[in-house]
């Protein structure tokens, strides 16, 4: 009866062949006679030899599976990050970062509002006028670290209309150079917002590098877009020291940014892809604590050159040795491996292995016999188009943009908040302890991170700091609110100096985790982005983290018009960042993706661990494929076995 029923449900009462594979009897003639038949045709007209050379190539998702696990087998056959040339190379990815420090942070100085005040001489040739004061330094700019160029002052009381009318105008600059962008072309009164566009140039020119070079970057590899990065920005860098009119520095700049994106982006997914899963974290890190060393040392380099075109060219000359990175750099081995362009990549690994002195012959999992095997494979290269049809990567790039772009927007908010955007008054009324000051902060949240990271994981730390930042920000929101009214009664016993000490402790908690969650954000993506477009989400992600700096100029282009209102915005956006957060999966300790799938079936854990004998409450892997009946065709058709993984291998 058993065997009645599996005939019936295979083909409708059709006679199954035997479990030996013999045929039925009355079956047997007639396959005999078709076979015979078939063998006399062979006999007759054999297959062409050319026809069985030209057979098609296997898929590109045939390729062995030992070549696409990079970090598994590549990587230990290199040495990992043992290897003395490996080292070389992460440490010739740090030295840049130096100079991009200095010129992430150039506006600063080069942008810096003075003290002017109109200077007409009177008979006796004495100089007379009245002194202006420039407005604190508590903007934000475009760097990384996101310390910017002072707000420009508001016209001062009285006879501001005589001011703005002077023929001669004196300055005292406080940045440590005697002449800026400022001082050079009278940049104040009616002239005052071409200082903002300045600043919005370098910014858009970021934005605008970060999306194009990094489509570049998975198209073309990650050496070409550095190496042509740097001659360009040496061609722009140094031509912006030589400009005659604002207008010629502002576009100037422009491109000077996007190249300066280029570098950054090409650097960064280099760093990533040349370390094993247990250093990336912190050869990131080291590369960010450089270039703080270039914040910090920036007020002493522009003391030392007075002037803001030597002070240009100063930031910019150092590029120069970069040009040495055509010899020594080679291209990123894991990107190769990637897109399949394995004649490159055996050419490579050999020269890996020689810098190394290794032997080949330690190749115990096979890699170079495989390799051999795959030469003649097509390369494939992917655009981050591509995203767009995933099911599951696309939202965890939005999400991570989304945090970028918050991160570094509510940073300014805080920023204006501790400085005092209404009283336009410094902590101390100095520019170098107000500079300093949001340095310091960028510092420790750096240094909190490593520890929190190490320990939480990726998406932990994110989602703490993410808390804390919306904490902040709604206790400011809110809480100095309710003190405000409080300290206007009469028997309340409350003073503006508490409001105004509750708003200093909660701008520079929230400025420590906002700097936390768009770092974090950004080595993030790097992670969960396949190598095969990690530089488009790199170009996404650094995109965003650009939008969200290019708040403080707009802020500051209207006068601080809407601050309260854009400080809302970005608190409702901490709140569901801290939802999307927990969707994220989890890449600490992990292998880098490779290609779409890989990023695709990237596992989502959840925070806390499930209990002996609890049963989840999200669907498995194979449930959800079951679920969604993608793969009921192939199912259907192929045979799948029961034992197919969640990734479909």
Same mark, same amino acid.
């Given at each position: 009866?058993?065997?009645?029923?599996?005939?019936?449900?295979?083909?409708?009462?059709?006679?199954?062949?035997?479990?030996?594979?013999?045929?039925? +009897?009355?079956?047997? #003639?007639?396959?005999?006679?078709?076979? +015979?038949?078939?063998?006399?045709?062979?006999?007759?007209?054999?297959?062409?030899?050319?026809?069985?050379?030209?057979?098609?190539?296997?898929?590109?998702?045939?390729?062995?599976?030992?070549?696409?696990?990079?970090?598994?087998? /590549?990587?230990?056959?290199?040495?990992?990050?043992?290897?003395?040339?490996?080292?070389?190379?992460?440490?010739?990815? $740090?030295?840049?970062?130096?100079?991009?420090?200095?010129?992430?942070?150039?506006?600063?100085?080069?942008? &810096?509002?003075? &003290?002017?005040?109109c200077r007409e001489a009177d008979g006796q040739g004495n100089g007379t006028g009245h002194?202006?004061?420039?407005?604190?330094?508590? =903007?934000? *700019?475009?760097?990384?670290?996101?310390?910017?160029?002072?707000?420009?002052?508001?016209?001062?009381?009285?006879?501001?209309?005589?001011?703005?009318?002077?023929?001669?105008?004196?300055?005292?600059?406080?940045? #440590?150079?005697?002449? !800026?962008?400022?001082?050079? $072309?009278?940049?104040?009164?009616?002239?005052?917002?071409k200082v903002h566009i300045a600043k919005f140039s370098l910014l858009v020119g970021l934005i605008f590098g970060y999306l194009i070079t990094g489509c570049i970057a998975d198209w073309v590899g990650r050496r070409p877009v550095l190496l042509f990065s740097v001659i360009f920005i040496l061609i722009f860098g140094l031509t912006v020291a030589l400009s005659v009119n604002v207008t010629m520095f502002s576009t100037l700049r422009f491109f000077e940014g996007f190249c300066l994106a280029g570098i950054i982006l090409s650097l960064y997914a280099l760093r990533i892809e040349l370390c094993p899963p247990g250093h990336r974290f912190m050869v990131t890190m080291v590369a960010s604590f450089i270039a703080m060393a270039g914040q910090f040392l920036m007020p002493g380099l522009a003391a030392l050159c007075r002037d803001w075109q030597v002070l240009q060219a100063v930031i910019i000359c150092p590029f120069l040795l970069m040009l040495l990175y055509w010899v020594i750099f080679p291209e990123s081995l894991r990107w190769l491996m990637a897109t399949q362009q394995f004649e490159a990549s055996k050419k490579l690994i050999l020269h890996f292995t020689n810098k190394n002195e290794m032997?080949?012959?330690?190749?115990?999992?096979?890699?170079?016999?495989?390799?051999?095997?795959?030469?003649?494979?097509?390369?494939?290269?992917?655009?981050?188009?591509?995203?767009?049809?995933?099911?599951?990567?696309?939202?965890?790039?939005?999400?991570?943009?989304? !945090? *970028?772009?918050?991160g570094f927007g509510i940073h300014h908010c805080f920023a204006k908040s501790m400085?005092?955007?209404?009283?336009?008054?410094?902590?101390?009324?100095?520019?170098?302890?107000?500079?300093?000051?949001?340095?310091?902060?960028?510092?420790?949240?750096?240094?909190?991170?490593?520890?929190?990271?190490?320990?939480?994981?990726?998406?932990?730390?994110?989602?703490?700091?993410?808390?804390?930042?919306?904490?902040?920000?709604?206790?400011?929101?809110?809480?100095? !609110?309710?003190?405000?009214?409080?300290?206007?009664?009469? &028997? *309340?016993?409350?003073?503006? *100096?508490?409001?105004?000490?509750? =708003?200093? +402790?909660?701008?520079? /908690?929230?400025?420590f985790s906002s700097h936390a969650v768009g770092s974090l954000s950004v080595f993030f993506?790097? %992670?969960?982005?396949?190598?095969?477009?990690?530089?488009?989400?790199?170009?996404?992600?650094?995109? =965003?983290?650009?939008?969200?700096?290019?708040?403080?100029?707009?802020? %500051?282009?209207?006068?601080?018009?809407?601050?309260?209102?854009?400080?809302?915005?970005?608190?409702?956006?901490?709140?569901?960042?801290?939802?999307?957060i927990l969707l994220l999966p989890e890449s600490k300790n992990q292998n880098l993706p490779e290609n779409i799938p890989d990023g695709e079936h990237y596992t989502r854990k959840p925070l806390l661990p499930h209990k002996k004998g609890e049963q989840p409450l999200l669907l498995t892997n194979s449930e959800l494929k079951d679920y969604s009946g993608l793969h009921d065709s192939s199912a259907v058709g192929d045979g799948v076995s029961e034992n197919t993984t969640a990734n479909g291998m």
């Open positions: 009866m058993a065997i009645d029923r599996r005939r019936e449900a295979a083909g409708g009462g059709r006679q199954l062949p035997e479990e030996n594979g013999s045929l039925p +009897a009355g079956e047997a #003639g007639s396959a005999a006679a078709a076979a +015979a038949a078939a063998a006399a045709t062979l006999a007759v007209a054999p297959p062409a030899p050319a026809e069985i050379q030209t057979l098609p190539p296997p898929a590109a998702g045939s390729c062995s599976p030992l070549l696409l696990d990079y970090d598994g087998s /590549v990587l230990p056959l290199l040495g990992g990050l043992g290897g003395g040339y490996q080292r070389t190379l992460v440490l010739l990815t $740090w030295i840049p970062a130096l100079f991009i420090g200095f010129s992430q942070f150039s506006d600063s100085f080069l942008l &810096d509002q003075p &003290d002017f005040w002194l202006t004061r420039g407005p604190a330094n508590h =903007s934000q *700019s475009s760097g990384a670290g996101m310390l910017g160029t002072p707000a420009l002052p508001t016209p001062p009381p009285g006879d501001n209309a005589s001011q703005c009318h002077c023929h001669e105008w004196q300055y005292r600059i406080r940045a #440590g150079l005697v002449q !800026n962008i400022v001082s050079k $072309w009278d940049l104040v009164c009616e002239s005052s917002w032997n080949i012959e330690s190749d115990i999992k096979g890699v170079m016999p495989e390799l051999e095997k795959e030469l003649t494979r097509r390369p494939k290269k992917v655009c981050i188009v591509k995203v767009v049809g995933t099911r599951n990567l696309w939202k965890n790039i939005v999400v991570l943009c989304v !945090n *970028s772009l918050t400085m005092g955007h209404e009283a336009k008054m410094t902590i101390t009324h100095n520019f170098y302890a107000d500079y300093y000051t949001m340095a310091g902060i960028a510092l420790a949240s750096c240094l909190a991170m490593c520890p929190v990271v190490g320990f939480l994981g990726r998406r932990g730390g994110l989602l703490l700091f993410m808390i804390l930042t919306a904490l902040a920000s709604l206790l400011q929101l809110g809480l100095l !609110n309710l003190i405000g009214k409080y300290s206007q009664l009469p &028997d *309340s016993g409350m003073s503006d *100096s508490v409001k105004d000490k509750f =708003s200093t +402790a909660f701008s520079i /908690v929230g400025m993506c790097a %992670e969960i982005t396949p190598t095969v477009i990690r530089g488009g989400g790199l170009g996404l992600v650094l995109a =965003s983290a650009g939008f969200g700096m290019l708040t403080a100029p707009i802020m %500051e282009l209207h006068n601080q018009k809407g601050y309260f209102l854009h400080h809302v915005i970005f608190a409702c956006c901490t709140l569901i960042c801290i939802i999307c």
